[in-house]
């Protein structure tokens, strides 16, 4: 309970203070430039474009495995789908926390449907037997891929197949989307995530829930080399020692079991033996982050993630114009009649907010330039509407400060000592008021998704740039004023005079 | 202007003054009433949701001329079932609003409509919520409500003293309550930037409360030293003194809210800027009066059960003076003189007539 106000010091050296303001917003500007911020991003809202909130759906009594990795791995399934649209600057992200996570999804430009259809399906794991493979890079139609030298007679794979093999061409964005539609009984034409090899592959004989553990580790005796290790359940174990039983004696490269996650190669180990236990490692030359993929990419599969659609919004570029011109008309308003407000009653003395809240807008604006750089901070129609809100609670600062400052006159002060001791007062009151602010702010940022989030994120960086404009400019600009003769004097047009304070004349004697 | 100024001084000083503390009992009547047809509405009527929290889709033809008819015939030919709303929103636009659709359904409308009016599927703005998606943002809302109250409780607690955290969260509720009876008595559309704007009102409505209350603080702060007035009475003039500050600030702050809320209703018709500015200004005008009207009146009732104001209460009304009207000068002198309040301007000595 800390109910005392700290002593005032002096007037400080308002001058300098400014000077620092001057430098930063200068710095600010300069780093705005080298960085090549030089355009707000712009939320899809007033632009155009499809967003799509995923929810996972959580069957009764399995929230607890609803993971933050399996909602990571889903979320760079969906990134590998979206990409293959090729659309610049399309996002996909989890929000939120825990089991209530959510994916975000936002996609620029006129792509509605394919975007939704997109993101919809479940992906799942399975491992399937390599029939043939070869290099992506192999133009399509060259007789060298014929399958038919590669693929086990025994699995006898259909023309249809082979064509489609021949004619894949990994290096299209379009052939790495996976969509969730390889059924388990085909025979495949995929390709790798990395689009650098094509395969042919038999039915899949182990699915990714069959898997009850999965784990990436460190070998310190075979020359740290990382692998990872994974356990099946009792179906799993059987059909993994069948399926490895069989094509360990095959040919290359039939003896390869690919890992094959939303119908996209992740991995295509060689099995050198019949491994019946359940336990199985996989070796090769892995990074720790590769191990630690592959490692999710199965764990993920023991529990395929499948998400409902929260919410789809397709805004047309229209749309997003009318909004954005929206959101400015009303902020250049909204400035404007609190400019007149200010000035009308005021006087003098409002042309110190004016000022302040220019400062106060430049650095918000240059702000939203360098953050939308480096945190891709994109501004939305809700996010411009926390701006024009803090336009309100920026200038309630101001009049906390001036109204002090009256009552301090008022109390038989010179307009001098009233600016120094009004403020200390007022000081406290400002810091108050708008850590309040700051605690909403903060809060509805942890609890909305969407553009409850922008709204959020402005309303709190603009209280923080209140603060630090009322406290290097506002204040050090009105002490400077104070000395100023047309001030000090109670010009009528100073928003000091005895008029304007309600001071009585008998103050004046004594 | 001019003269409101002229009035900050008087009410300074306490020449003039208006009875916020005494007559408590009217003001917590006007509030119980609009509490009550509050209740009376939302029970009643209940509010008007948005797709967002029912599920469902909306689709928003950009077309000029585009008639209600024509949307209404082409979503038929779409063969949808259940409730379709269907408005025109400002001039250009037309909306169709339907019940949660599956992805072929929400095509079939898509289609249907792109047909009819000639656009293009992609320049018709498309919002598609499903069902489950409500309650997880009410969840939220609810979630975020709690959070904020609790925080805001304790910080104020800490940065002022509890009882007067405890009248600015009755404030606060108070608001919440009028406001929500409002939008389910007018049957303004609840959509999530409508709770966006209640969240923050909550942030808004303490703005102004803590302005008063530190100006209540500072005037009680060594009430007990001496008795020259009650807790209600020193509380009373502090809200007097601090009126037209409550007012300036209300209004600096309704200023921009006015004008999205002008821009949103006028020059978009719909979305989230009428939502949001909408649910800010009603607001931020029950935020201004409960600042002034119920949490001063219940602090001095907390405070006036303590057995020191009890007693000071006594000492006062002793003295056969029991003047509404403080004489602001010896309050003044009370707050300069009081030991233990070594500080520096405030402690020099006044140099009355120095300009």
Redesign the interface.
Request: aromatic share 8%.
């Given at each position: 309970m800390s109910t005392t106000i700290k002593p005032v010091k002096t007037a400080g050296r308002p001058a300098r203070s400014l000077a620092i303001l001057a430098l930063v917003l200068v710095a600010m500007l300069g780093l705005v430039f080298v960085q090549g911020a030089t355009a707000v991003r712009l939320g899809l809202d007033l632009r155009g474009g499809t967003s799509v909130t995923l929810q996972p759906r959580i069957a009764p009594g399995e929230s607890g495995k609803v993971t933050n990795e399996a909602i990571d791995q889903a979320v760079s399934i969906i990134r590998q789908r979206v990409n293959s649209l090729g659309v610049a600057e399309s996002e996909v992200a989890a929000q939120g926390s825990g089991t209530n996570r959510q994916i975000v999804i936002s996609v620029p430009g006129d792509t509605g449907r394919r975007v939704v259809e997109l993101v919809g399906q479940t992906a799942e794991l399975r491992f399937r037997q390599v029939l043939a493979s070869s290099s992506a890079l192999v133009a399509a139609g060259s007789a060298e891929v014929s399958a038919g030298s590669a693929a086990t007679p025994a699995n006898g794979v259909s023309a249809e197949v082979n064509a489609k093999f021949a004619a894949l061409d990994c290096t299209k964005l379009a052939n790495l989307q996976g969509t969730g539609t390889d059924a388990p009984t085909d025979t495949i034409a995929v390709c790798d995530r990395a689009g650098t090899t094509k395969y042919i592959l038999a039915p899949a004989e182990v699915l990714g829930r069959q898997i009850s553990k999965a784990s990436a580790g460190i070998d310190t005796q075979g020359g740290n080399a990382w692998y990872v290790s994974l356990t099946f359940n009792g179906e799993g174990t059987t059909a993994f020692g069948a399926l490895t039983t069989r094509v360990t004696t095959l040919a290359e490269p039939t003896n390869q079991v690919a890992i094959v996650l939303d119908g996209l190669v992740v991995s295509s180990p060689r099995i050198t033996e019949p491994i019946p236990s359940g336990n199985a490692q996989i070796t090769g030359s892995f990074t720790q982050l590769e191990a630690q993929d592959l490692a999710n990419v199965l764990k993920y599969g023991a529990l395929p993630l499948a998400f409902d659609r929260g919410e789809v919004q397709q805004i047309s570029p229209t749309l997003g114009a009318d909004q954005l011109n929206a959101g400015l008309i009303a902020g250049g308003l909204g400035l404007l009649l609190v400019f007149l407000y200010s000035l009308l009653y005021y006087r003098g003395l409002g042309l110190v907010t004016v000022g302040s809240l220019l400062v106060a807008g430049s650095f918000v604006y240059l702000l939203f330039l360098l953050l939308g750089k480096w945190i891709g901070f994109t501004l939305t129609l809700a996010g411009i509407a926390g701006a024009i809100v803090a336009i309100g609670v920026t200038a309630d600062s101001f009049i906390v400060y001036f109204e002090r400052i009256r009552d301090e006159i008022r109390e038989g002060r010179t307009l001098r000592t009233a600016v120094e001791s009004g403020w200390a007062r007022a000081r406290h009151t400002i810091l108050v008021a708008d850590f309040v602010s700051i605690i909403a702010a903060v809060l509805l940022y942890f609890f909305a998704v969407g553009g409850v989030r922008g709204f959020a994120f402005t309303l709190g960086l603009t209280t923080l740039v209140d603060l630090l404009v009322v406290f290097a400019f506002t204040k050090p600009l009105v002490t400077i004023v104070a000395r100023l003769p047309f001030f000090a004097s109670g010009h009528p047009l100073s928003g000091f005079s005895a008029k304007s304070t309600g001071t009585l004349p008998v103050t004046k004697e004594a | 202007?001019?003269k409101?100024?002229?009035?900050?001084?008087?009410l300074?000083?306490g020449e003039t003054s208006i009875d916020f503390i005494g007559k408590r009992r009217r003001w917590y009547s006007i509030s119980a009433l609009f509490i009550l047809l509050s209740i009376g509405a939302l029970s009643l009527q209940g509010l008007h949701l948005g797709i967002?929290f029912k599920g469902g889709s909306s689709f928003?033809v950009?077309k000029a001329g585009a008639s209600i008819e024509d949307a209404r015939a082409a979503v038929a030919t779409a063969g949808i079932p259940g409730e379709i709303i269907v408005q025109n929103i400002g001039t250009n636009k037309v909306r169709v609003q339907t019940a949660a659709l599956d992805?072929a359904q929400n095509?079939a409308v898509?289609d249907a409509l792109a047909t009819k009016f000639s656009v293009t599927?992609?320049?018709?703005?498309?919002?598609?919520?499903?069902p489950?998606?409500g309650k997880?943002?009410t969840r939220?809302?609810v979630?975020?409500l709690f959070?904020?109250l609790i925080?805001?409780m304790l910080?104020?607690a800490?940065?002022?003293?509890p009882k007067m955290a405890v009248a600015a969260i009755v404030a606060v509720v108070h608001d919440v309550f009028i406001t929500v009876g409002i939008y389910a008595l007018v049957g303004f559309d609840v959509t999530?930037?409508t709770?966006?704007g209640f969240?923050?009102i909550?942030?808004?409505s303490?703005?102004d409360t803590?302005?008063v209350f530190?100006k209540i603080?500072?005037n009680t702060?060594t009430i007990t030293a001496s008795s020259k007035s009650t807790y209600s009475q020193a509380t009373n003039l502090a809200v007097n003194?601090?009126l037209?500050?409550s007012f300036?600030?209300s209004?600096?702050?309704?200023?921009?809210?006015?004008?999205?809320l002008?821009?949103?209703a006028g020059?978009?018709g719909a979305?989230?800027?009428k939502d949001?500015?909408l649910a800010?200004f009603i607001g931020l005008a029950v935020g201004t009066y409960s600042s002034v009207f119920i949490a001063p009146p219940v602090l001095a009732q907390l405070r006036e059960k303590e057995p020191a104001m009890i007693a000071l209460a006594k000492r006062v009304n002793g003295r056969g003076t029991a003047p509404l009207t403080v004489n602001?000068v010896a309050t003044?002198a009370v707050v300069a003189h009081a030991p233990g309040e070594v500080?520096?301007?405030?402690n020099q000595p006044?140099?009355?007539?120095?300009?």
């Amino acid at each position: 309970m800390s109910t005392t106000i700290k002593p005032v010091k002096t007037a400080g050296r308002p001058a300098r203070s400014l000077a620092i303001l001057a430098l930063v917003l200068v710095a600010m500007l300069g780093l705005v430039f080298v960085q090549g911020a030089t355009a707000v991003r712009l939320g899809l809202d007033l632009r155009g474009g499809t967003s799509v909130t995923l929810q996972p759906r959580i069957a009764p009594g399995e929230s607890g495995k609803v993971t933050n990795e399996a909602i990571d791995q889903a979320v760079s399934i969906i990134r590998q789908r979206v990409n293959s649209l090729g659309v610049a600057e399309s996002e996909v992200a989890a929000q939120g926390s825990g089991t209530n996570r959510q994916i975000v999804i936002s996609v620029p430009g006129d792509t509605g449907r394919r975007v939704v259809e997109l993101v919809g399906q479940t992906a799942e794991l399975r491992f399937r037997q390599v029939l043939a493979s070869s290099s992506a890079l192999v133009a399509a139609g060259s007789a060298e891929v014929s399958a038919g030298s590669a693929a086990t007679p025994a699995n006898g794979v259909s023309a249809e197949v082979n064509a489609k093999f021949a004619a894949l061409d990994c290096t299209k964005l379009a052939n790495l989307q996976g969509t969730g539609t390889d059924a388990p009984t085909d025979t495949i034409a995929v390709c790798d995530r990395a689009g650098t090899t094509k395969y042919i592959l038999a039915p899949a004989e182990v699915l990714g829930r069959q898997i009850s553990k999965a784990s990436a580790g460190i070998d310190t005796q075979g020359g740290n080399a990382w692998y990872v290790s994974l356990t099946f359940n009792g179906e799993g174990t059987t059909a993994f020692g069948a399926l490895t039983t069989r094509v360990t004696t095959l040919a290359e490269p039939t003896n390869q079991v690919a890992i094959v996650l939303d119908g996209l190669v992740v991995s295509s180990p060689r099995i050198t033996e019949p491994i019946p236990s359940g336990n199985a490692q996989i070796t090769g030359s892995f990074t720790q982050l590769e191990a630690q993929d592959l490692a999710n990419v199965l764990k993920y599969g023991a529990l395929p993630l499948a998400f409902d659609r929260g919410e789809v919004q397709q805004i047309s570029p229209t749309l997003g114009a009318d909004q954005l011109n929206a959101g400015l008309i009303a902020g250049g308003l909204g400035l404007l009649l609190v400019f007149l407000y200010s000035l009308l009653y005021y006087r003098g003395l409002g042309l110190v907010t004016v000022g302040s809240l220019l400062v106060a807008g430049s650095f918000v604006y240059l702000l939203f330039l360098l953050l939308g750089k480096w945190i891709g901070f994109t501004l939305t129609l809700a996010g411009i509407a926390g701006a024009i809100v803090a336009i309100g609670v920026t200038a309630d600062s101001f009049i906390v400060y001036f109204e002090r400052i009256r009552d301090e006159i008022r109390e038989g002060r010179t307009l001098r000592t009233a600016v120094e001791s009004g403020w200390a007062r007022a000081r406290h009151t400002i810091l108050v008021a708008d850590f309040v602010s700051i605690i909403a702010a903060v809060l509805l940022y942890f609890f909305a998704v969407g553009g409850v989030r922008g709204f959020a994120f402005t309303l709190g960086l603009t209280t923080l740039v209140d603060l630090l404009v009322v406290f290097a400019f506002t204040k050090p600009l009105v002490t400077i004023v104070a000395r100023l003769p047309f001030f000090a004097s109670g010009h009528p047009l100073s928003g000091f005079s005895a008029k304007s304070t309600g001071t009585l004349p008998v103050t004046k004697e004594a | 202007m001019l003269k409101l100024s002229g009035i900050g001084g008087r009410l300074y000083r306490g020449e003039t003054s208006i009875d916020f503390i005494g007559k408590r009992r009217r003001w917590y009547s006007i509030s119980a009433l609009f509490i009550l047809l509050s209740i009376g509405a939302l029970s009643l009527q209940g509010l008007h949701l948005g797709i967002e929290f029912k599920g469902g889709s909306s689709f928003t033809v950009n077309k000029a001329g585009a008639s209600i008819e024509d949307a209404r015939a082409a979503v038929a030919t779409a063969g949808i079932p259940g409730e379709i709303i269907v408005q025109n929103i400002g001039t250009n636009k037309v909306r169709v609003q339907t019940a949660a659709l599956d992805t072929a359904q929400n095509n079939a409308v898509q289609d249907a409509l792109a047909t009819k009016f000639s656009v293009t599927v992609e320049s018709i703005d498309t919002q598609i919520v499903g069902p489950s998606w409500g309650k997880e943002i009410t969840r939220k809302a609810v979630y975020g409500l709690f959070g904020f109250l609790i925080c805001v409780m304790l910080y104020l607690a800490m940065a002022f003293e509890p009882k007067m955290a405890v009248a600015a969260i009755v404030a606060v509720v108070h608001d919440v309550f009028i406001t929500v009876g409002i939008y389910a008595l007018v049957g303004f559309d609840v959509t999530p930037a409508t709770v966006i704007g209640f969240l923050t009102i909550l942030g808004y409505s303490l703005y102004d409360t803590v302005v008063v209350f530190d100006k209540i603080r500072e005037n009680t702060r060594t009430i007990t030293a001496s008795s020259k007035s009650t807790y209600s009475q020193a509380t009373n003039l502090a809200v007097n003194q601090t009126l037209v500050r409550s007012f300036n600030t209300s209004l600096i702050a309704l200023l921009p809210v006015g004008s999205i809320l002008f821009v949103g209703a006028g020059l978009l018709g719909a979305g989230t800027l009428k939502d949001l500015s909408l649910a800010l200004f009603i607001g931020l005008a029950v935020g201004t009066y409960s600042s002034v009207f119920i949490a001063p009146p219940v602090l001095a009732q907390l405070r006036e059960k303590e057995p020191a104001m009890i007693a000071l209460a006594k000492r006062v009304n002793g003295r056969g003076t029991a003047p509404l009207t403080v004489n602001p000068v010896a309050t003044a002198a009370v707050v300069a003189h009081a030991p233990g309040e070594v500080r520096g301007p405030r402690n020099q000595p006044k140099r009355k007539g120095r300009k």
